[in-house]
């Protein structure tokens, strides 16, 4: 189990606001997490624009973040958000963009630039809790 755990997959509480309305939406209400499935064992493997990746802060290593690819190693990403204009951007090999899904409430790629791909810990595979929105 210990080696599964630390090596294959891990399941971990997502906290926070920043990935909402995907991943725990009633956290600021009534702290309710979603429980997730963490692929652990090739997190970069056939990584595309869209997965949910489990990472190191790079401004804060100690602890982990959850955020959505939106792009990859050398391609070139146009800022659309409204708070800071970083115009155009170009995410160098081995390095992804990752922003959360409630942009008001995520510090991402927009404050930090792009991340290292060996900052990836793990993908998500599915929720596991809640039970109702279990897959």
Do not use: C
């Not at 926070?16 to 956290?27: F, K, N, V």
């Not at 959505?68 to 155009?88: I, P, Q």
């Amino acid at each position: 189990i210990i080696f599964i755990n630390d090596n294959l997959f891990e399941v971990l509480a997502v906290t926070g606001a920043s990935m909402q309305p995907t991943l725990s939406p009633r956290y600021r209400i009534d702290r309710t997490r979603d429980f997730v499935l963490w692929d652990k064992f090739a997190p970069t493997k056939d990584l595309k624009r869209g997965d949910i990746v489990l990472f190191h802060a790079p401004h804060a290593p100690d602890k982990l973040s959850v955020k959505r690819v939106v792009a990859l190693g050398e391609d070139t990403k146009w800022d659309v958000m409204f708070y800071r204009n970083l115009g155009r951007v170009e995410v160098p090999a081995g390095h992804v963009w990752v922003e959360g899904d409630n942009w008001r409430k995520s510090n991402d790629s927009n404050a930090y630039g792009p991340i290292s791909k060996n900052l990836i810990l793990g993908k998500a595979r599915f929720l596991v809790w809640p039970l109702q929105e279990f897959g």
